[in-house]
């Protein structure tokens, strides 16, 4: 980047973050605070000891649904994976700074149940010596990624608001989302995903990303960090310095990147440069190695070079750089889970996220200091940025939420409405040959639906079947749902078969159909049966190349309601499809040919 460029972009993030709650009495006191707060802030911090000051910089999962109270169950799990009992304990314990939620650790049951257990976290930690508010986060990405399910608001994922291309709709499904998520006790979302998807075989970003042009992407992420922040939750630009051309899953393996510095900077930054002028307030790192940025082998959130020497140093950020889960492969394999903490500080990371023993990791930061390793200067530096983050959210002046906050905002008809609106300008039409759709009630009134019925991302109605065959007998059709499944065999295939010989149309939800798959003869059967076939991509919209014989095909990424329901209305002609490619999908059998382009997107 040109020196230019980059003071450009420095004073921007500034004047972005001046401006990022609208001027309003909360943001004055946010001035009041950068220009007076940092005084009151390192009081603070001195007045820590050397463990609470290690504390403050892990964010840590916990099971249960109460601070106080889990199931037995999560007890256990508590006492096997972090040696406490209960959230409250672990704060006792480790002062930690930060509590990410997970679905799976059974944190999220229900907005009332969240907002308690949030509530319950702060008294916790309030009523410790020298006792601060915990930042509660959570990965509520929408989409395919999100921990908090109905009867919250859910939007379409990134990719949908890639295909609606509307930076508007970005903004309003953020500011919606965060006031949630907020009205909740959870004030830093681990969203939007920055990565620029340029490899349809990504198998872990995919629809996550908002899609493969560079600028498109960088519009839309810095709408999204307006919108979350507006509503006075931090956003999170994920995963720096970015994650969307790869074929190994940095959960389970450590992604290379091959891009040249040059091509990073074309296709990798222009999202995160984006978000650090729109004032972003944290940025994840990823657990990926780019040679050309860090030749040492190191993953970029244990890369000084990259974390300090690009995103500090050159895009001039100086918000808060909390890692990737340091549970997942991609960080583990160089180098022990003892190590991991340790480097990633000195690589210049502030927040230390889930690692898998919180003990081992606690200690061996503790031990780096003691041992002069690391300074207690540098981890002075990184809870002043934690501590400011959590003084612009608010939580020094009030860390609690209310019921009544909860009634008033989550899942409210406003926001559903929106979510359907929104939801429906990013279904997009494919294929339409001879005008199969819109599908008529009066000339094929029966329905079968088959398809894929992958498990439900969020927390949403599913199965996928029966949602679409739902909303469309809502519409006045007869439909008929039948599970078939990602890999259907062939007895099921006879079945379905057998089923469309009663139906005057059948729609297939297909689900990252590849060569081999099941779901092509499935497809190429039920073609043979003479009876109008459609087909919904219910993840990645890649599968149209898969199945060229299909008459009519559509994308919806995801197969969250919001976004099946509003397909379903896009297929009845109750909405036209405005929805446009924000990927091109390649040809199946010449990957070097393109056979839908980005804008790709039929209408009626």
Do not use: C
């Not at 930042?135 to 109905?150: K, N, W």
């Not at 994920?238 to 091959?258: A, C, L, M, R, W």
């Not at 990926?288 to 244990?302: C, E, F, N, R, Y």
């Not at 860390?399 to 939801?423: C, E, F, N, S």
């Amino acid at each position: 980047m040109h020196t230019s460029r980059r003071t450009l972009l420095t004073a921007t993030a500034g004047a972005a973050a001046a401006v990022a709650v609208g001027g309003t009495r909360a943001q004055a006191e946010d001035d009041d605070t950068a220009k007076h707060g940092d005084s009151r802030l390192r009081a603070l911090v001195s007045r820590m000891t050397l463990e609470e000051k290690v504390g403050q910089l892990f964010v840590m999962r916990v099971y249960g649904h109460s601070a106080t109270e889990p199931d037995q169950a999560d007890i256990d799990a508590n006492l096997a994976e972090i040696g406490v009992r209960t959230a409250a304990e672990l704060i006792a314990k480790y002062r930690v700074g930060g509590i990410i939620y997970f679905g799976w650790a059974h944190n999220t049951r229900d907005p009332h149940q969240i907002a308690e257990l949030s509530n319950g976290i702060q008294r916790a930690s309030l009523e410790q010596p020298r006792g601060l508010p915990v930042l509660v986060s959570t990965d509520q990405e929408h989409g395919i990624v999100a921990r908090v399910g109905r009867p919250a608001t859910l939007f379409p994922g990134a990719m949908a608001l890639g295909a609606g291309a509307s930076r508007a709709d970005a903004r309003t499904a953020g500011r919606i989302g965060g006031a949630e998520l907020r009205a909740m006790g959870i004030r830093q979302d681990y969203a939007p995903v920055a990565d620029v998807n340029v490899n349809p075989a990504n198998p872990v970003i995919g629809v996550r990303s908002f899609g493969a042009d560079p600028r498109a992407v960088a519009r839309l992420v810095a709408a999204q960090v307006k919108g979350y922040q507006g509503a006075g939750v931090a956003a999170t630009a994920k995963h720096f310095p970015g994650h969307g051309d790869t074929e190994t899953d940095s959960h389970y393996g450590f992604p290379v990147i091959e891009h040249t510095e040059a091509q990073w900077a074309e296709l990798d930054a222009p999202p995160f440069e984006a978000a650090v002028a729109a004032g972003i307030d944290s940025i994840m790192t990823a657990h990926i190695m780019v040679p050309a940025l860090d030749p040492s082998g190191d993953p970029a959130t244990l890369s000084r070079p990259i974390l300090t020497g690009i995103l500090r140093e050159r895009l001039g950020y100086d918000g808060v750089v909390v890692t990737d889960s340091l549970g997942m492969e991609g960080v583990r394999t160089k180098y022990g889970d003892d190590r991991v903490p340790v480097l990633a500080l000195k690589a210049g990371v502030d927040q230390l996220l889930n690692p898998p023993k919180l003990d081992v990791a606690w200690n061996a930061v503790l031990r780096a200091v003691r041992e002069g390793e690391l300074t207690e200067a540098r981890l002075d530096e990184s809870i002043l940025r934690v501590l400011r983050l959590k003084a612009k959210l608010g939580l020094l002046k009030d860390p609690y939420v209310t019921r009544r906050g909860v009634d008033r905002t989550v899942g409210i008809p406003p926001h559903l409405k929106a979510a359907d609106r929104i939801a429906e300008r990013t279904t997009t039409l494919l294929v339409n040959s001879g005008g199969l759709l819109p599908l008529s009630r009066r000339t094929h009134p029966k329905v079968l639906v088959v398809g894929a019925d992958p498990a439900s991302p969020s927390g949403t109605t599913g199965p996928p079947t029966a949602v679409l065959a739902a909303a469309l007998t809502e519409l006045g059709f007869t439909a008929t749902a039948l599970s078939t499944g990602t890999a259907p065999s062939a007895a099921t295939v006879a079945k379905a078969v057998a089923a469309a010989q009663d139906a005057d149309a059948v729609l297939v939800g297909t689900y990252n159909v590849t060569a081999a798959s099941s779901q092509r003869t499935l497809v190429t059967q039920l073609l043979a049966t003479g009876r109008p076939v459609l087909a919904l991509a219910i993840r990645n919209p890649y599968d149209v190349a898969q199945l060229p014989d299909v008459k009519a095909y559509l994308a919806a990424y995801s197969w969250t309601d919001v976004e099946l329901r509003a397909a379903v209305r896009v297929i009845a002609g109750r909405a036209g499809p405005v929805g446009k490619l924000p990927v091109p999908v390649q040809r199946a059998d010449d990957p070097a040919r393109v056979l839908y382009p980005v804008g790709h997107g039929l209408t009626y």
